[in-house]
């Protein structure tokens, strides 16, 4: 068993992590937050030249063909910066790069994995519906009507991450009403601009700079070569993204864990009561010790989930496991953090209220805590609880 990272993981990681230091300082990210819902295109194409939107693209489609331990580790490191920058840079490479890369033809590959490498392609994932996201099956109802050589989209999506700025929609639609409900959706690939698309940021309290919209399709025409994998298999297809997605996400909220306990830490050195640094008081210590164990705790099983994703065994377990962990350790950074603060963490002065804010959007996205249990739960053979 070799925990350790590759020399070249470790330069990847070097590599982002000066990026983040240096490009991703605390004015401009809270610059960021009071001012952006999407990263601005010079710091995006500053992270392209690094070359992380390819990172798992393959290299005949001029990606670096790495895997998701790589991914982790610039997403981690980002995140360290900006979690919301890492959110929004993540979405191309997750919802454009990994579906196609996995399920699309030839002719899909050639026309989206280059530009999507290249940074040149965003894009966002468009599954929950205003009803409801966990129950998704019970919930959708847009739907996707073949007509000829085309679909005809109509319905609505809710709480789409960077919806707003994107330039192709990976969306899940009933392509067939009378089926099974997991036998009835189909993942369509559709140009955000198409006609009878009408797109509403939704104001939020966290990730500022990686907005979420409103979607509504009126009568959108999408050519049925834009059909992605089989048609009526997209819950099964749809089942190959969501892992990947919650570990990444889970590196997300490893990297803003790190900046929390970072914050906190000094904090402690700083700040005195009873003429001493607050961080020689017992409790204080304790907290920061606490901080560090589910830190420790998450990161393990960030790494160990992204090498299970590379080796091609079952995770999903584990995908849910460590999304959860990951949540509790940003949850644990944050709460803590604020409490080391004093009435510092309730200013705007500080970012620790940021860190706060933000660490509440992994605790139901992309799947909530507690259907993670049910999941969880389910997988040691305990009935269905819904
Ligand atoms: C900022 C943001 C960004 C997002 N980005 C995207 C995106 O890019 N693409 C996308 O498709 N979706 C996105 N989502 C949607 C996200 O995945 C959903 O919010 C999430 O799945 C929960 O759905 P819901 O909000 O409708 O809550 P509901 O499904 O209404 O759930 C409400 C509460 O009930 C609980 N609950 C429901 N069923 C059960 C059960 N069986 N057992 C126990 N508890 C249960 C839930 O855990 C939750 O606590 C985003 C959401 C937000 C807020």
Redesign the pocket.
């Known amino acids: 068993m070799d925990f350790s990272f590759s020399e070249e993981q470790n330069l990847l990681r070097e590599t982002f992590r000066e990026f983040s230091a240096r490009e991703l300082g605390k004015e401009y990210v809270r610059w960021l937050d009071e001012n952006r819902d999407f990263p601005p295109e010079d710091l995006l194409a500053k992270i392209g030249d690094l070359g992380f939107f390819g990172i798992t693209i393959p290299e005949e489609y001029g990606g670096a063909g790495a895997g998701m331990i790589e991914l982790c580790i610039a997403l981690e490191e980002l995140s360290a910066g900006s979690g919301a920058v890492a959110l929004a840079a993540a ?1 191309a490479p997750a ?1 454009g790069g990994r579906p196609i890369g996995e399920l699309g033809t030839e002719e899909q590959k050639q026309e989206h994995l280059p530009q999507i490498a290249r940074g040149e392609e965003k894009w ?5 519906e205003p009803a ?5 099956l019970g ?1 959708i109802s847009t739907t996707a009507v073949r007509k000829g050589g085309e679909y005809i989209v109509n319905g609505s ?7 707003h700025v994107a330039d192709y929609i990976l969306l899940i639609a009933i392509t067939d009403r009378e089926a099974k409900r997991s036998r009835g959706l189909s993942i369509l690939l559709v140009d955000a601009q198409s006609p009878g698309i009408t797109i509403n940021l ?1 104001r ?1 309290l966290g ?1 500022h700079a990686c907005g ?1 919209a409103e979607v509504h399709f009126e009568d959108v025409q999408v050519p049925a070569r834009n059909l992605l994998g089989e048609e009526n298999m997209g819950w099964y297809h749809l089942l190959g993204t969501l892992n990947p997605e919650r570990v990444g996400v889970a590196a997300i909220m490893l990297g803003g864990a790190r900046t929390a306990f970072a914050d906190a830490l000094e904090y402690s050195g700083q700040r005195e009561a009873f003429g001493k640094p607050i961080g020689q008081f017992q409790i204080i210590q304790h907290y920061l010790a606490d901080i560090a164990i589910e830190i420790e705790n998450a990161r393990n099983l960030v790494y160990k989930c992204a090498w299970l994703c590379d080796s091609g065994g079952r995770y999903d377990v584990e995908a849910t496991m460590v999304k959860i962990v990951a949540c509790r350790a940003v949850e644990k950074a944050a709460l803590y953090g604020m409490e080391i603060f004093g009435g510092y963490g309730f200013t705007m002065e500080y970012d620790m209220q940021r860190h706060f804010r933000d660490y509440r ?1 992994g605790m ?8 993670s ?2 999941y969880i739960a389910q997988s040691f053979g305990l009935p269905k ?2």
């Open positions: 979405l919802f966002c994932m468009a599954l929950t409801g996201g966990t129950d998704i919930a999506k809710m709480f789409i991450s960077g919806a939704i939020k990730v979420a959007q139901f996205s992309p799947i909530s805590n507690e259907m249990m049910n609880s819904y």
